[in-house]
């Protein structure tokens, strides 16, 4: 997830706009929050559509959804 997240990063300095908002697309969809930012960014600046950014939310929340489970939600309340 990181290093999609990098590549994101890297193609963005680059100019690979393109390249990189399918970069931070599929860090996104495996829960990476920067990702999201920064397609955010991309598409507040004009170079990111609409659809890729309502994507990327989408296939985040969907992946966090999944992360979810009973037993996390148990360890994280007595800290561990």
Do not use: P
């Amino acid at each position: 997830v990181q290093s999609r997240y990098n590549l994101g990063c890297f193609e963005r300095e680059k100019g690979n706009h393109d390249h990189a908002v399918k970069h931070f697309l599929i860090s996104a969809k495996m829960g990476e929050k920067n990702s999201v930012e920064m397609i955010k960014k991309l598409f507040m600046g004009g170079l990111a559509a609409k659809k890729q950014y309502a994507e990327a939310m989408r296939g985040n929340q969907d992946a966090v959804e999944e992360m979810k489970s009973h037993d996390r939600d148990e360890a994280k309340a007595i800290n561990l």
